[in-house]
C-alpha cells in the first residue's frame, strides 16, 4: 500500500486526475490524502469533491481548509466575504449540491494515522498543542459543523481574534481560534500568538514572526506533519515537516509525496494556465 499526499487543489480537477494517474493511484490500495482546499478558485470544484466521495474514505482522507469553509458559509448564506475570484458556483448550482455539502460538512480538520506515524492538517498548529491535544480541539468544531445548527458556526467564524490559546477560551472566540490554526496559520508571533496577515515568504517577513513549524519548544517538533496552505512556501521538507502547497490554481505546479516509505518521493505535474481562470493574478 502507498500513501500520498496532494497539496491543495482548489478545484483544479484536470491536474488532479493527472498527477494521481502518474503516481498510478490505485484505490483499492493505496489512500489518497488532500490536504485541505479541494475547492474555488479553480473551475472544477464539484468535480474534485465528487471525486474524493466516489473513491470513498479508505481510500481518500481529506481534512478542510479555509477555501472549503468559505464554500460551506457562503452555503450558509454567510455572504459579506465573498471575493472576486469565488469560482464556487459548480458546487452551489449543481444538482446534487446538498449532497456534496453535507459530505463537505462531515469531513475533519486534523487527520492521524497512528500506525503510519503522520499527521495532517491543512495549515498548522499552535505551539502548546499537541497531537492529542490537537485532535480533540478539532473534534469540537466538528461536532458543531456535523450539527443540524451548522450555518450558526459561520456567522461567527471569520475574524483574527483572539490571537492567543487558553483553556479558558470558550464559545464563538474557542472556535474560532482552533478553526484559524487548522485552516489559516501559517506564521506566529515569538510569544505564540498568531499571526495571519503576512502570507508571503519567510524570506520577505521583516516582522517579529516565525512560521508555526519553527516556533521554539513547539510540542509537536517531534511528529511528523504534512500540511498545505502556502504557496509562496513552496514544497518540501521542513526537519519533520511537509509542506505540498505548489500553487497549481495559479498555474504552477500540483504535487504529491509519498509517506509510507522511506526515501520519502516527490511528485509534481504542471498545471496548464490556459485552464485556470486566475492563473495571471498570483
Known amino acids: 500500500m502507498a500513501v500520498y499526499v496532494v497539496g491543495d487543489v482548489q ?21 489518497l490524502w488532500l490536504a485541505g482546499d479541494l475547492v474555488n478558485r479553480g473551475p472544477k470544484s464539484a468535480e474534485v469533491l465528487r471525486f474524493a ?10 481534512v478542510l481548509g479555509n477555501h472549503d469553509l468559505h464554500l460551506l458559509a ?29 459530505w463537505l460538512r462531515h469531513q475533519p480538520l486534523f487527520h492521524h494515522d497512528k500506525t503510519l506515524g503522520f499527521s495532517m ?10 497531537i492529542k491535544k490537537a485532535l480533540k480541539r478539532a473534534h469540537e468544531v466538528e461536532e458543531v459543523l456535523q450539527s443540524e445548527n451548522w ?19 470558550s464559545g464563538w472566540d ?23 496577515k503576512f502570507k508571503g515568504d519567510p524570506k520577505n517577513n521583516t516582522m517579529d514572526e516565525l512560521p508555526w513549524f519553527e516556533m521554539p519548544k513547539r510540542k509537536s517538533q517531534d511528529d511528523n506533519i504534512v500540511f498545505g496552505h502556502w504557496s509562496t512556501l513552496g514544497t518540501g521538507q521542513y526537519g519533520n515537516v511537509f509542506s505540498t502547497d505548489s500553487g497549481a490554481v495559479w498555474g504552477d505546479k500540483l504535487t504529491a509525496v509519498r509517506i509510507d516509505k ?21
Open 74 to 102: 457562503t452555503a450558509a448564506g454567510v455572504n459579506k466575504h465573498s471575493h472576486k475570484m469565488d469560482t464556487m458556483e459548480s458546487v452551489l448550482e449543481a444538482e446534487d449540491s446538498e449532497e456534496m455539502l453535507t
Open 151 to 169: 450555518r450558526d458556526f459561520f456567522k461567527h467564524m471569520y475574524g483574527n481574534s483572539p490571537s492567543k490559546w487558553s483553556s479558558d477560551l
Open 262 to 282: 522511506k526515501p520519502y518521493q516527490w511528485f509534481e505535474i504542471d498545471a496548464d494556465p490556459a485552464g485556470l481562470p486566475h492563473a495571471k493574478n498570483k
Open 174 to 196: 474557542r472556535l474560532r481560534y482552533i478553526t484559524n490554526c487548522f485552516t489559516r496559520l501559517r506564521y506566529c508571533h515569538e510569544d505564540g500568538r498568531l499571526a495571519l
Open 53 to 62: 466521495m466516489e473513491q470513498g474514505s479508505q481510500s481518500v482522507k481529506v
Open 11 to 31: 478545484g483544479c480537477f484536470d491536474e488532479l486526475r493527472r498527477l494521481v494517474e502518474h503516481i498510478n493511484f490505485n484505490p483499492e490500495q493505496d489512500e
Open 121 to 130: 492538517v491543512h495549515a498548522g498548529l499552535p505551539p502548546k498543542w499537541t
